[in-house]
């Protein structure tokens, strides 16, 4: 058993990066594959892998708290002030920029979250909560700042299936079936293999789409991926401050600085200029070099 659990240690400590690279390289095949399911792989990777979460959180567990306030609001308003900071130098960038602060809270957070010791139902609850709030305020957002096209009911079709889906999945396993739901809950390592599958994905078709973009200039496309790895790091850095200051750092971090990279591309190839979308494009790599750090630290207080 020591064994074993020394092999996991030492696969999640390269796994990320790792499948990150291969995601680069087999780029063509694996969106070839993506394309051949439907886009379908990496949805179907995420309702199981939140799934398996789930089952490890109780409802009675679920209570909204100041912390969520604070992260909620420090995404509303800076996305605004990060908006019109930016605008008069480049409005491409202003927006780009704008949705990697404005984008909810990644689906597989969660899961993240809970390998680096934060409460799963402080994240689960901020999850819901933040999903729902965006999806209520991006509208109006994007109205002012992209095409006005959006709508509430466009992008909750986009997160419902993947927020409310697992939840009650893993809520009906626990009620009806609560031995095998424990036995999930205990076992969710699993998890993080279903999300390395799903990122060897998500950075195949995000290197395609890098490499076929051609009417973006090469300027626009470094201050882009500058400007989200600098939010990236702030995003990260205030949600861990926030955090302590409720006594779950990771929670906070990880709430704050994952972001559901997907429908921030979404957002913004359907409501703002398209070249803008390379900046969350450019914040799926950062964010996961950020939580390989994290793990790879993480691992290493354990064992020492």
């Not at 659990?5 to 694996?30: D, F, K, Q, W, Y």
């Amino acid at each position: 058993m020591h064994l074993l659990e020394e092999l996991h240690r030492n696969v999640r400590t390269i796994a990320m990066p790792s499948a990150m690279v291969a995601g680069a390289l087999l780029c063509r095949p694996i969106a070839a594959l993506e394309t051949a399911s439907h886009q379908m792989i990496t949805p179907t990777l995420i309702f199981l892998m939140l799934f398996v979460t789930f089952c490890r959180v109780s409802p009675k567990q679920m209570k909204p708290s100041m912390l969520h306030v604070w992260l909620l609001a420090f995404q509303i308003v800076v996305c605004i002030a990060v908006y019109l900071l930016l605008r008069p130098l480049n409005d491409v960038v202003a927006q780009g920029a704008m949705v990697c602060v404005l984008a909810p809270v990644a689906m597989a957070a969660v899961v993240i979250g809970g390998m680096l010791g934060a409460n799963v139902a402080t994240m689960a609850t901020y999850s819901l909560v933040c999903n729902m709030a965006i999806a209520l305020v991006a509208p109006v957002i994007l109205t002012f700042t992209g095409t006005g096209e959006c709508t509430f009911a466009q992008i909750l079709a986009r997160i419902a299936p993947l927020l409310v889906g697992p939840f009650a999945a893993a809520q009906f396993c626990r009620f009806v079936f609560p031995k095998l739901a424990k036995w999930i809950g205990d076992h969710g390592q699993i998890s993080f293999y279903m999300w390395l599958m799903s990122l060897l994905v998500i950075i195949g078709r995000t290197t395609c789409f890098i490499i076929d973009l051609h009417n973006a200039s090469v300027s626009t496309e470094l201050w882009l991926a500058f400007a989200a790895l600098v939010i990236c790091l702030v995003q990260f850095k205030v949600g861990r401050v926030l955090g302590r200051r409720y006594g779950d750092p990771p929670a906070g971090g990880q709430s704050l600085g994952q972001k559901n990279t997907v429908l921030a591309v979404w957002m913004a190839q359907s409501f703002l200029n398209p070249i803008a979308s390379i900046a969350p494009t450019a914040y799926i790599v950062w964010q996961n070099f950020v939580n390989s750090y994290q793990i790879y630290k993480k691992d290493n207080q354990r064992h020492e």
